[in-house]
């Protein structure tokens, strides 16, 4: 995978610290606006990047570059990926994949029938203590309750309320709590559920924009509570119930984290984290799929990334 980063902002950069670890990721350019020179310079000389581009569609004509990493603000994501694709290249996208189920299913379209991969920056799916918590739901019985806390007070929370509005907190650009933190919980659930029977979101708004939220998901036989702040701070963690056991997880749903699986008469506590970061194991696997050209873990991941944006626009209807 030779990677063109788009944006300079900080999941940029905490890619960047990782890059390194991930076998078969090279670093071939980065790009941004003009006004962001001399910090894309900074960033191509500290990692070894090997191009700096100020205009996009330089950038995507570069023979050096097969996949484009998006960590644009999210309702700039459609527009990169379209483009990005349209120029042949394969393309990763940070979350939310996109503002709208109808813009992601254009997306799916053209790399269907350009044979390129998309896929979705999601930590939490890839990341090895979720995976064991799927491996080990068949242990858990009937599944009862689902809870995913993430609450995160934003470093920009100070200044949004000062009146200084940043992408994160605007709402016409993708901003709030449910699209920037909960939806880790809305993956986690999906990846556990699948699509909700029903939906109902319940915000703190501030500003016009959610600051905090309650999401509540319901399925025939379970339920599931999502609840997502950037105006406060508290633990954060996930709880998957089933009426044989339980399992804890001792994180916020991007990161994961050591598990506990209490039955009725048992306690194991166990971290099956591979790596330290929660963003190398998601590369590891896009890597693992281009060089594989595995298309059909491409097209679960986006069924699955496309019920989590359907779940997430009825929750904001």
Known sequence: MRLALLG????VQELLSVAGDVPGLTLAAIQGRPASKDRLDALAAEHGIATVYT????????????????????????????????????????KPFTSTVEELDELIALAKERELMLVEAISTVHHASYREIVRRLPTLGRLRLVECVYSQRSSRYDAFRAGDIHPAFDPARGGGALRDLGIYGIHFVVGLL?????????????????????????YPESQAVVVCAKDSQASSHATVQGDEATIEMHGAPNTCGPLT?????????????????RMVDEFLEFVRILEDGDMVARDRLLEHSRTVLRTLERASA
């Open 194 to 218: 699948g699509e909700p029977t029903n939906v109902s979101y319940h915000p703190t708004l501030e500003r016009g924009v959610d600051t905090n939220g309650v999401l509540v998901l319901s």
């Open 261 to 277: 699986v209490s039955g009725r008469e048992s306690r194991e506590y166990l971290d099956p984290a591979t790596h330290p970061h």
């Open 55 to 94: 205009d996009l569609e330089e950038c995507l004509a570069d023979p050096d570059v097969d996949t484009v990493y998006i960590g644009l603000p999210n309702d700039l994501h459609h527009a990169a990926a379209k483009a990005s694709l349209l120029a042949g290249k394969h393309v990763v996208c940070e």
């Open 8 to 11: 300079s902002g900080m999941i």
